[in-house]
């Protein structure tokens, strides 16, 4: 039986040329068999066809690995982001739509400053809020254009910050907030769950989630792997960027489809956050996601609170390979977020 070490061992030595492989997706660690966790760890393939997996493993020796994680091959397909989406809320609260005057996503938290009374953000995706990453001063529109929001009647807010998404090299968030016009423009309120008390640091494989998303409403997964390295598509302007360590959550229904981009998972045993969902794949069983606690940290946030008190942060030694690791002093330099400058676009 393999260990979670094992298995993230030779998936961090071997995951590069993987990936290089035609057909394959992502590389990640989980269970051996979901339904069986005594069988232990294993290295997850996401791949279109078991000959694309072949031909990636093919490229390492077996005998070479240095460790006796098995391999489990999961069929999927393609990951790509997210976004598109309806409905216009006043207060504005997660789980809606918003986006640019030209496109939508979902706006994942209402976050905060600690300490801060009353100075409130909009969490979502880089690619939502920024979608040029280039960090301009963005009008933010609830519900986003291609719902139907205006720039006369539904601006909201203005982009602030954003981590910059890499063309080269690994990114490890997508990521941006927004500044509201008035702080009563915006309630931290969830849809469907009301306040949201805080976030966890770390989550582990086989936790079951539940998010509010534009398009796919309320749903439920499990964590299927965690030190998941993907290769997601963004389209014409940025192509095909590399993640790494990303997390994989499958629905048994479609839980990440066009229009959920931005949405938060919270954990269904206490609504605690967990996890912020960027990209999914064409069925929309599957959602990647990154660990909330890594945006709170570069953007110095906690989740904001009705009382205007303190949010509550669930810290869990992440000792254990089979559970998420909060970024390194390294990893989060890399993620200094830049803040938006320029004229406001009108």
């Not at 009647?153 to 981590?163: F, H």
């Not at 439920?220 to 994989?248: C, W």
């Amino acid at each position: 039986m393999a260990t979670f070490a094992a298995a993230l061992k030779m998936k961090n030595k071997h995951a590069k040329k993987w990936l290089a492989a035609k057909g394959v997706f992502g590389v990640g660690v989980g269970y051996k068999d979901p339904k069986n966790h005594k069988k232990g760890a294993a290295v997850i393939i996401y791949t279109e066809s078991l000959s694309a997996a072949r031909s990636a493993l093919s490229t390492v020796a077996a005998h070479s690995t240095g460790t006796s994680a098995p391999v489990r091959i999961v069929r999927s397909q393609p990951f790509r982001t997210n976004a598109s989406y309806k409905q216009r809320i006043r207060p504005v609260r997660a789980g809606y739509s918003i986006g640019t005057t030209e496109y939508s996503g979902t706006l994942g938290l209402i976050v905060a400053k600690p300490k801060q009374s009353g100075v409130t953000y909009m969490l979502s995706n880089n690619h939502v809020l920024n979608p040029d990453n280039k960090g301009g001063l963005i009008p933010t529109l609830q519900p986003g254009g291609a719902d139907g929001g205006t720039l006369s009647s539904d601006r909201v807010g203005t982009l602030y910050r954003y981590v910059k998404l890499r063309k080269s090299g690994q990114n490890l968030m997508d990521a941006a907030i927004s500044a509201p016009r008035f702080s009563n423009l915006v309630t931290p309120r969830y849809a469907t769950v009301g306040a949201v008390p805080g976030y966890v640091t770390s989550y582990k494989v086989g936790e079951k989630m539940k998010k509010v998303g534009r398009t796919t409403g309320r749903v439920s997964g499990r964590v299927e792997s965690i030190h998941t390295d993907v290769q997601v598509e963004y389209g014409e302007h940025l192509g095909t960027l590399s993640f790494h360590n990303q997390s994989v959550i499958r629905g048994a229904k479609p839980v990440s489809l066009p229009g959920d981009s931005g949405s938060v998972w919270l954990r269904s045993s206490d609504n605690y956050a967990t996890a912020v969902n960027f990209a999914g794949s064409q069925d929309g069983r599957i959602s990647l996601a990154f660990p909330v606690e890594r945006a709170m940290r570069a953007f110095g946030l906690q989740v904001a609170q009705p009382s205007g008190k303190a949010a509550a942060i669930k810290r869990r030694a992440a000792s254990s390979c089979s559970c998420t690791r909060p970024l390194t002093a390294k990893e989060l330099t890399r993620c200094k977020p830049k803040t938006a400058k320029g004229k406001v676009q009108r």
